[in-house]
């Protein structure tokens, strides 16, 4: 099993490397590839040292599967490539995501859409592989009307030139700006680039991935995406109008009994999901599970998730071990 990882230098590629040791992907050969001016230096993977090469020799060494997280112009460039010539490439930007050809895929959903076929499978955006583990439960046992939700989004979302610029600006350091404010002590309701309706394409990501996902473009979704001086993870304040009455502890059953959730909601003892808590771990965290006494059928969720694992580096790891499980590649 030849598992390529195209972007493996960066934020994302060094985490889905440690993902995939910490899981044992069964891999036989490593095949780490990044950009020209990174080809030659050397990826340590479980003890082996492995050198990185570019995306051509990458295609010519046929790997079984290939982990992107490269963004989109390399996606939309190389993805086609790699297909042909038999690789699974599974794809972490945006590029592929809304291609009514290609499946939009979180494994605790809808992985069994997948196919011997599909030879290019998008992992959807972090913010909304978070926010659908909460609520696809909901919507098989409850149906839902509408979801509200607001995001605060970690600095990591962005990438490395973010970290860099927080890190400088709580060490009073001038240098490069990745977002047009400070970000330090600030909240930006600024994620990606605004579009002609006045959403960010960030927030339309939420409307529309959501509804490739669970495939109903009946629900309303309304979103407002923040970024906020945090590097744990993403969290999200999710209001959803369900179709049907129901007791809240069930509710809290349901998503405790539903796979990749931790429940975290105890008032009584300050029990509540939170970024800190959330980095470095592979699950989705929910808590303030309250009814909304403002409109029927409705509750109130915050939820939280390392945007790299989870959001990230572990779906798409996760798509591949289903690939394999099921002699789809």
């Not at 993977?45 to 490269?70: C, N, Q």
């Not at 945006?94 to 809808?110: F, G, H, V, Y």
């Not at 149906?143 to 990438?159: A, D, H, K």
């Not at 909240?187 to 509804?211: I, R, S, W």
């Amino acid at each position: 099993m030849k598992i390529a990882v195209v972007g493996a230098t960066g934020m994302v590629g060094e985490v889905m490397l440690r993902v995939l040791a910490e899981r044992s992907f069964p891999l036989t050969t490593l095949i780490p590839v990044a950009s020209e001016r990174s080809v030659g230096k050397k990826i340590d993977y479980k003890g082996d040292s492995f050198e990185v090469v570019g995306l051509s020799t990458a295609v010519s060494m046929r790997p079984d599967i290939a982990l992107f997280s490269a963004g989109g112009d390399t996606s939309m460039e190389w993805a086609p490539k790699f297909a042909e010539v038999g690789t699974v490439v599974i794809d972490n930007s945006s590029a592929w995501r809304m291609d009514p050809t290609k499946k939009l895929i979180i494994p605790e959903i809808n992985a069994n859409l997948l196919t011997a076929e599909d030879k290019i499978i998008a992992n959807p955006n972090c913010s909304t592989i978070q926010m659908l583990m909460a609520l696809s439960p909901l919507k098989d046992t409850y149906g839902i009307n509408r979801i509200v939700v607001s995001t605060y989004q970690s600095i990591t979302g962005t990438g490395v030139k973010a970290v860099t610029q927080l890190n400088n600006e709580y060490n009073d350091i001038e240098g490069e700006m990745a977002y047009p404010y400070p970000i330090h002590r600030n909240a930006l309701p600024h994620c990606d680039v605004f579009m002609e309706n006045g959403y960010t394409k960030e927030e339309m990501k939420l409307v529309n991935e959501t509804h490739k996902i669970l495939g109903d473009d009946s629900i309303g979704v309304t979103a407002t995406a923040i970024r906020i001086p945090v590097v744990g993870g993403h969290s999200e304040s999710i209001n959803v109008q369900l179709k049907k009455e129901f007791v809240l502890e069930d509710i809290r059953k349901l998503l405790h009994e539903s796979p990749g959730i931790v429940i975290q909601d105890n008032p009584d003892t300050n029990s509540y999901p939170m970024p800190i808590y959330a980095e470095g771990k592979n699950d989705v965290f929910i808590g303030r599970i309250r009814e909304d006494f403002s409109q029927e059928h409705t509750i109130n969720l915050w939820v939280v998730s390392d945007n790299l694992r989870k959001g990230a580096a572990t779906n798409t790891i996760q798509i591949a071990e289903y690939l394999i499980e099921n002699d789809l590649v």
